[in-house]
């Protein structure tokens, strides 16, 4: 096992690793886009982009787009290479604003974190849809792992984490 550094935040970071990657001349059998931020205060990547949507949105769709020919390569028709997505229910209450994809106009931690969530499911399907319409030996699949216990809630107000852990030991065990 190799540890290989990415910053999913930062594009050229992204590329660096890809680089890497491909310098090893390794398959890649599957892929988890699985780094994410939520309801962060207001702030931006080095590119420029909106947090939420530069890691959780673009980060993940550079990264899944330039090993994308790699994984092609590893899929066989037995063994197909998989891209697992994690995502969250909250992509339900998005709205993907074309417009103001940066959240310029009104900033809601929330609002950002939704549409991000939101953005990945409608890439993931749409990248599923393509590689089952070339006949890939590549799987795109949206997970969503339910309430976790992470350090993505450590912005949440202590209140709601009251109540988000009350009905996760209640409901969800």
């Not at 849809?129 to 969503?144: E, F, I, M």
Request: aromatic share 12%; with cysteine; charged share 15%.
């Amino acid at each position: 096992v190799e540890f290989l550094y990415c910053d999913l935040a930062s594009m050229k970071s992204i590329r660096q690793f890809v680089q890497r990657f491909r310098a090893k001349n390794c398959p890649l059998h599957v892929l988890v886009n699985n780094a994410g931020v939520m309801l962060v205060p207001e702030r931006k990547t080095e590119d420029g982009f909106e947090e939420h949507f530069g890691l959780n949105y673009l980060g993940h769709f550079l990264l899944t787009n330039l090993l994308l020919d790699t994984l092609k390569q590893s899929g066989t028709h037995s063994h197909n290479a998989r891209i697992i997505t994690v995502s969250s229910a909250t992509h339900y209450v998005g709205e993907l604003h074309l417009n103001d994809l940066q959240s310029r106009c009104s900033y809601s931690p929330h609002g950002a974190y939704a549409q991000s969530k939101l953005a990945l499911v409608l890439f993931t399907y749409r990248l599923q849809h393509l590689l089952t319409a070339n006949g890939s030996h590549v799987t795109a699949n949206v997970v969503d792992p339910g309430v976790v216990n992470t350090e993505l809630y450590k912005h949440v107000f202590w209140v709601i984490k009251v109540a988000k852990w009350m009905t996760a030991w209640l409901f969800f065990k």
